[in-house]
């Protein structure tokens, strides 16, 4: 999500201009920044549902939303979350007053919360994660069945371009390029399929558990930014997503979605 540079006029005359005629309650100001958080939020998630709906085509246990506000809703999280929000006022205070080094100081102690607001949630999803890898060992196999056979490997070349193409998928799901990378891993699948491997029995409860590596890739989608997660992610990678500029600022456009609505409300109730 990267809008490029911002348009508008930034004066501190037209803002405190703006402030006053806000406190009076005359005009909704803020319509135009909630249709334009309206249409990224929008996007978003169609983007995550267009990812979603290309990866069940393939396997309908590939890919799932994983909804991060529920399992990272903690009060720790809560209270860490209320404290950025209070601090973010006070650079606003500071940058609306001239105050430069306090503004400075005051968002540097706003980068301290995030980041140990991000590896708090990274523990969280992890703890989640694992849970969810647990429930991904297959029944045992019957005695009387002969387990299949393991797939060959491709040679050297092809698994180093499969590995570039997960690389690459993996960034450019960091990035919200969902479709971008979709394309990606379709491309690494088709490099998979080259090495010869025994067909998968028709029997669900035959799987081996290397027919389950092969066929689902566990994949998570953020609810909130629609970047993909896997189950096999560690503490840090997960950190990284919660830190990310890509989830912070959908995570952003989306509590503030959730503001104007609530004055959008009073707005109309004053009229």
Same mark, same amino acid.
């Given at each position: 999500?990267?809008?490029?540079?911002?348009?508008?006029?930034?004066?501190?005359?037209?803002?405190?201009?703006?402030?006053?005629?806000?406190?009076?309650?005359?005009?909704?100001? @803020?319509?135009?920044?909630?249709?334009?958080?309206?249409?990224?939020?929008?996007?978003?998630?169609?983007?995550?549902?267009?990812?979603?709906?290309?990866?069940?085509?393939? @396997?309908?246990?590939?890919?799932?939303?994983?909804?991060?506000?529920?399992?990272?809703?903690?009060?720790?999280?809560?209270?860490?979350?209320?404290?950025?929000?209070?601090?973010?006022?006070?650079?606003?205070?500071?940058?609306?007053?001239?105050?430069?080094?306090?503004?400075?100081?005051?968002?540097?102690?706003?980068?301290?919360?995030?980041?140990?607001?991000?590896?708090?949630?990274? %523990?969280?999803?992890?703890?989640?994660?694992?849970?969810?890898?647990?429930?991904?060992?297959?029944?045992?196999?019957?005695?009387?069945?002969?387990?299949?056979?393991?797939?060959?490997?491709? @040679?050297?070349? %092809?698994?180093?371009?499969?590995?570039?193409?997960?690389?690459?998928?993996?960034?450019?799901?960091?990035?919200?390029?969902?479709?971008?990378?979709?394309?990606?891993?379709?491309?690494?699948?088709?490099?998979?399929?080259?090495?010869?491997?025994?067909?998968?029995?028709?029997?669900?409860?035959?799987?081996?558990?290397?027919?389950?590596?092969?066929?689902?890739?566990?994949?998570?989608?953020?609810?909130?930014?629609?970047?993909?997660?896997?189950?096999?992610?560690?503490?840090?990678?997960?950190?990284?997503?919660?830190?990310?500029?890509?989830?912070?600022?959908?995570?952003?456009?989306?509590?503030?979605?959730?503001?104007?609505?609530?004055?959008?409300?009073?707005?109309?109730?004053?009229?």
């Amino acid at each position: 999500m990267d809008l490029g540079p911002c348009s508008k006029i930034h004066s501190l005359q037209l803002r405190k201009d703006y402030e006053e005629a806000k406190a009076k309650g005359t005009e909704n100001f @803020d319509r135009e920044l909630e249709d334009m958080i309206e249409r990224l939020i929008v996007e978003c998630d169609r983007k995550i549902q267009r990812a979603l709906k290309r990866l069940a085509d393939d @396997d309908a246990k590939a890919a799932i939303a994983i909804s991060v506000s529920e399992v990272t809703l903690t009060d720790d999280i809560l209270q860490l979350s209320k404290q950025i929000k209070e601090k973010m006022v006070e650079v606003d205070a500071f940058d609306f007053e001239g105050r430069t080094d306090d503004k400075i100081k005051a968002q540097e102690v706003v980068e301290e919360l995030r980041t140990k607001r991000a590896d708090m949630q990274a %523990t969280l999803l992890l703890d989640a994660f694992n849970k969810d890898r647990a429930s991904l060992t297959q029944p045992a196999q019957p005695p009387q069945v002969a387990a299949a056979p393991p797939p060959a490997p491709p @040679d050297a070349r %092809t698994q180093e371009m499969i590995n570039e193409k997960l690389k690459k998928a993996e960034e450019l799901g960091e990035q919200g390029m969902v479709d971008e990378a979709q394309k990606a891993l379709e491309e690494a699948e088709a490099l998979k399929k080259l090495a010869r491997r025994p067909e998968p029995p028709s029997d669900p409860s035959k799987y081996t558990a290397a027919d389950v590596w092969i066929t689902d890739q566990k994949l998570r989608l953020c609810d909130i930014c629609g970047a993909f997660l896997s189950v096999y992610d560690n503490d840090r990678r997960l950190a990284d997503h919660f830190g990310g500029k890509l989830h912070l600022g959908y995570m952003l456009i989306r509590d503030k979605q959730k503001e104007l609505q609530v004055l959008s409300v009073m707005y109309r109730f004053l009229l």
